[in-house]
């Protein structure tokens, strides 16, 4: 089974709609994170969670919030969607040991 | 603030051809570099790393090393393959924090 799992893989939804994106991992680590990958621009950060009572705006923040409902699972909410927002959103979690990374699959946010 | 230049591509070589991508950092301090690679369809993960002056990462072919006094960390590889074709993306982060910055990406391409 996959370390860090996201859902949904892909989504479609209309412009002023509310929609969240969810993220589990099985790492045992504190530390999540999302991102956002837009074609030529890289990853950017939105929010990052240093543990369950943690959390921190990224780079990008305006227009989302999260929750950090256990120190597995760390949703993102777009809470009214517009097509800007349309972009691949990735979830990951660090090792602080090594500092590495693990990401989920993604996940492909289409807002029309 | 802290920042990753890498070449952006797209790059298409040849199988068995000789590969350089070109990776400075602007930071504060000393950082953490890695390279993270996506394969079509995936999330990231982590290619190699280092986390001081001189240290070179390697992996699967691929090596970095870490040079403080041109600010660089570029990715090489003697001979590529096919599968090797995928976006890689340079990146650093400081130890504690664990954020990553990363540069924007690059898409390789290799042909049989």
Redesign the interface.
């Known amino acids: 089974d996959a370390d860090?799992t996201q859902t949904p893989r892909n989504r479609i939804t209309k412009t002023g709609k509310r929609i969240m994106l969810e993220c589990s991992q099985t790492k045992g680590h504190d530390?999540m994170?999302w991102y956002r990958q837009d074609p030529?621009?890289?990853?950017?950060?939105i929010y990052?969670s240093f543990d369950v009572k943690d959390i921190n705006k990224?780079e990008i923040s305006d227009g989302y919030s999260v929750s950090r409902q256990a120190q597995a699972k760390f949703s993102l909410s777009l809470e009214s969607a517009i097509p800007n927002q349309t972009a691949l959103y990735?979830c990951?979690t660090?090792d602080?040991n090594s500092?590495?990374?693990?990401?989920?699959?993604?996940t492909r946010l289409t807002v029309t | 603030g802290n920042s990753v230049t890498q070449m952006e591509g797209p790059v298409t070589l040849s199988e068995e051809a000789f590969l350089t991508i070109n990776c400075t950092y602007t930071a504060t301090g000393y950082p953490s570099l890695f390279w993270y690679v996506q394969y079509p369809g995936e999330g990231l993960q982590l290619l190699l790393k280092a986390t001081k002056a001189d240290d070179k990462g390697s992996n699967k072919g691929f090596e970095a090393t870490y040079r403080k006094e041109t600010t660089s960390f570029h990715l090489e590889k003697g001979s590529v393959q096919v599968s090797d074709s995928a976006v890689y993306f340079c990146a650093l982060s400081f130890g504690g924090s664990e954020k990553l910055v990363f540069g924007k990406g690059m898409k390789l391409t290799v042909n049989p």
């Open positions: 860090v530390r994170y030529g621009l890289g990853l950017r950060l990052y990224g990735f990951a660090s602080p500092y590495e990374q693990y990401f989920g699959p993604g």
